[in-house]
């Protein structure tokens, strides 16, 4: 079975700031893919990034980019430039890959406020 | 644009009564998942199915808990007789066959049983 876990509750940052929220996994697959989910207040879930295990190359969308170490078993997100649109709950989430999609499972989820 | 929908959006409801949620999966996508995010478990699977068939219900209490697809377009969680310990926001998802095997969310339900 996989877990996910988020090991920061709450966190928050300054505006126009750098941050860093924190995800580990554990899993025996070699293949799979990892995502990062935003919600905001509407409750909303929005993908915000996807990494395939498979490949090296971290992915970044925008100001949101991601460390990915796989012999750790880490996913970590960076939010850079903070924006008070980024207030959310942000769900680290894991995925086997099957032909087709499978189940998410998702971390407890950290709280990100973004202070003016 | 796209989008999952489901409705209600908001439901509350008497211990004891049934309740009914539906989701609309974005047409041409081939499976559909039914989460429940509360505040102690988080967001967890209660069941989904590819093609219509349901192809995992394991997250789901079976003696009040049912989940359908009559149709393509069509999913349905039902919940008989329903409990305080049901409240909760539902969350239906779909996704296409074929890469990236994205999950698209809808808004989701949330339900409060008293």
């Not at chain 2, 349901?54 to 989940?67: H, I, T």
């Amino acid at each position: 079975a996989q877990t996910v876990t988020q090991s920061q509750p709450e966190m928050s940052v300054q505006e126009a700031e750098t941050v860093t929220l924190s995800c580990t996994y554990d899993t025996s697959e070699n293949n799979y893919y990892l995502f990062w989910y935003k919600q905001p207040p509407s409750r909303q879930m929005i993908l915000v990034i996807r990494q395939e295990a498979y490949k090296q190359q971290n992915a970044t969308e925008n100001r949101f980019s991601v460390n990915f170490q796989k012999a750790a078993k880490s996913f970590s997100l960076k939010i850079s430039d903070s924006q008070l649109g980024d207030t959310a709950m942000y769900f680290c989430a894991f995925e086997r890959i099957r032909t087709g999609n499978t189940p998410l499972v998702f971390g407890k989820g950290t709280r990100l406020s973004v202070i003016a | 644009d796209a989008r999952v929908t489901q409705t209600p959006r908001h439901k509350v409801t008497e211990m004891g009564q049934e309740v009914t949620m539906r989701c609309q999966p974005i047409l041409g996508h081939n499976t559909v998942f039914w989460y429940r995010q509360t505040m102690m478990q988080g967001l967890e699977l209660l069941a989904y199915f590819r093609n219509r068939a349901p192809l995992d219900d394991s997250g789901m209490p079976k003696d009040r808990f049912s989940a359908e697809m009559p149709d393509a377009t069509l999913a349905t969680l039902k919940i008989q007789p329903s409990e305080p310990r049901d409240s909760a926001v539902y969350f239906c998802a779909s996704g296409y066959r074929g890469y990236p095997y994205e999950q698209y969310f809808g808004p989701g339900t949330r339900l409060t049983v008293t």
